[in-house]
C-alpha cells in the first residue's frame, strides 16, 4: 500500500503553496481516487501490449512480471450460491479470472466456459456442444452471471477487485488540516506508484486550479515515466 499523508504532503509541497488548505483534503480525495483508477485501469492494456512483445531473463525487470504483481494485489476469490443458476457478482468485481464449480459426480470442480450471450444460444441449439454438469458455460449480463445448465446453484468466483476508495481524514484546527491515521485509508496500489501517484494528481490539480504550469509539468512527467516503463 501508499501512504495517503505521504502522497498528500508531497502534492502540497510541489504545488509549492504554502497553505495547506489550499488543495483542500476533500480536492485532494477526488484527484487520489481519479488518479487511483487511472493507474489501477492502464495495467490492463499494457498487459494487453507487453504480452505481444518477449520478455526477458531478468528477475526483477520483466515488465510482464512486474504488472502481474502490481494486480496481483487485487486477485481475490469468492462463492456466489442461489436457488438459480443466476448469481449476483460481488460489488468489488472488476474483472473476471475464472468461475468453478464443484461438480459432486465427477468429485473435483470444473471450470465454466465463459461465451457471449449469442455464443451461448447457439451452442444449447446442438446437442454436440450444449453446455452439460461435466462442460459448462456461463456469460456475463451486467452485474449477474448466468450459468448452464440451469442446476447448477453454486459457483466459485476468482476475480479481480476494485482498490479501495482512499480517503485523506484529518482534524481542521485553526484554518489547518491534521491528518488522523485512524481514520485515514491508505492507497491499495503497490507501493511503487507513489511517485507515479502524485504526479497524476498534480495534474489533475492544475487543471481544477486553472494553473497550466503545474498541469504541464505533471503531464510530462508522466509522460517521461511511461516511456521509461515502455523501452
Known sequence: MVNIDTVYQRVLALANKE????????EFNLFANQAQMDIFEQYFYDINQFSRIPGNDTLYADPLNILEEKIEIFHTSTTLSGSTNI???PEDYYRLAQVRYNNPTLGYGVEIEKLTHKKLMVARNSPLTAPTLSRPAYYVKDTRIIVVPATINSIDVNYIKEPIKAEWSGYNVGGAF???DGTSVDFELHISEETKLVIKILSLAGITLKDPGLYQIAGAEDNKNIQQEKQ
Open 178 to 180: 491534521q491528518y488522523n
Open 19 to 26: 497553505q495547506r488548505g489550499y488543495i483542500t483534503p476533500q
Open 87 to 89: 448469481f449476483d457478482l
